[in-house]
């Protein structure tokens, strides 16, 4: 990829400006815990057990985890990119100096340690390992309570669970200025909530959550479209957005057009299978309810409709009750009897047409007996 050879040639060019030595200026104080309720919801005591840690006071960035801001590194995630010096409890927090290592040890830390000079970073988490866990009330709810606590590993985090783990500065720059309202705790929830979108009112649970949710999207985008970066990844996907509405569009262009060939070919089977003398009036309903629940024939498959017609029988022959010249004329060739008109009721034709065709056989049947004798006598 491109992201870790652009960190490469950054240290090349570092290293031969004479930068990367360690030295005060990469030294930074924090606030790494306090028992405020964290935004997963738990109090964590501030009985450190801190020998372990001294032996080997190793700094991570989020955990070892990545996370969604650096792109792939070709290094171990778990390699430090400092170490914390002056680890201890007073006044009820966790306190320590993260000093950040060289260009030389790590290129991720040189990065690191630019956003912290400009205070693009400043917030902090612990890895801990809690020897107690147990249930406390505090104000009316029922809260988990971490104790007991071996320290494990400090990271430099984009997004600390506990809202007073940032650089010690700005802690007491909060408290001083929000006195009023609870501690920074509100404040700083506040000002999560408004970066990421959510009502100033949001809880804590709620913050944590949208956290998450974007860490996991962002990383999302970049492997979807491969972008070394979150903001090349958002402009792919929002290209990607207006080419999909493009698509949409065409898709339900098309898709009226076939519903509208559709109706059209609907319609045609069933004006054919009246002029057929298949449909009528009294079996047409019926017949379409049972083929596609729906009288008109508007939700019927046009292949299913016309297998449906094709083999309907010829209920009357309209041929037979029109005239040769004119077929939309019915011609009187004789009164219907009562039957014919108590047919022709039932199944949806006028009696006029039943009484011509009846004529009309009988008509043809007379010729088919004249013709017989002459043949006899010839």
């Known amino acids: 990829m491109v992201y870790p050879d652009a960190l490469r040639a950054y240290a090349r060019l570092a290293a031969a400006a004479g930068e990367g030595e360690p030295d005060d200026s990469r030294r930074f104080s ?11 919801g738990r109090i964590v ?35 430090p990119i400092g170490r914390a010096e002056n680890v201890r409890v007073e006044g009820g927090k966790l306190l320590a100096d993260i000093v950040i290592a060289s260009v030389f ?20 988490s612990v890895g801990w390992d809690p020897r107690e866990r147990r249930y406390e009330k505090h104000d009316d709810e029922e809260v988990l309570v971490l104790a007991g606590n071996r320290l494990v590993e400090i990271s430099i985090v984009p997004f600390p669970a506990n809202p007073d783990a940032v650089r ?23 000002l999560m909530a408004g970066l990421f979108g959510l009502a100033a009112t949001a809880t804590e649970e709620q913050v944590a959550a949208r956290g998450r949710e974007l ?24 290209a990607l957005g207006e080419k999909a509405r493009g698509y949409d569009a065409l898709a339900l262009a098309k898709a009226e057009g076939e519903k509208s060939a559709k109706k059209v070919r609907i319609e ?17 309903p019926g017949l379409l309810e049972a083929l596609c629940g729906d009288k008109t024939g508007e939700k019927a498959e046009p292949a299913s409709l016309e297998l449906l017609v094709a083999n309907l029988p010829v209920v009357v022959n309209l041929a037979h009750s029109q005239t040769p010249a004119d077929k939309t004329e019915a ?12 047919r022709a009721k039932k199944i949806g034709v006028e009696p006029q047409d039943l009484a011509n ?5 009988q008509r043809e049947r007379a010729g088919i007996g004249q013709d017989d004798d002459n043949d006899e006598e010839g």
């Open 105 to 124: 040890a790590s290129p991720l830390a040189e990065r690191i340690y630019h956003a912290l000079k400009e205070q693009v970073l400043n917030a902090v």
């Open 215 to 238: 860490t996991d999207f962002e990383k999302a985008m970049r492997d979807a479209t491969g972008a070394s970066d979150g903001a090349s990844a958002r402009a792919s996907v929002l």
């Open 268 to 284: 045609g089977i069933i004006k054919a299978g009246r002029a057929a003398g298949k449909l009528t009036p009294a079996n047409e």
């Open 331 to 342: 011609t009187v060739l004789a009164s219907p009897t009562p039957g014919e008109i108590k």
């Open 357 to 361: 065709e009846r004529v009309k056989l």
């Open 168 to 190: 010690a500065h700005f802690c007491a720059r909060a408290r001083a200025g929000l006195h009023q309202q609870k501690g920074s705790t509100m404040a700083f929830l506040a």
């Open 30 to 40: 924090f606030v790494c815990s306090t028992s405020t309720k964290d935004l997963n």
């Open 45 to 79: 005591t501030q009985d450190w057990e801190l020998e372990d840690f001294e032996k080997n006071p190793i700094v991570l960035w989020n955990h070892g985890q990545g996370g969604g801001f650096w792109g792939e590194l070709e290094i171990d995630e778990y390699f």
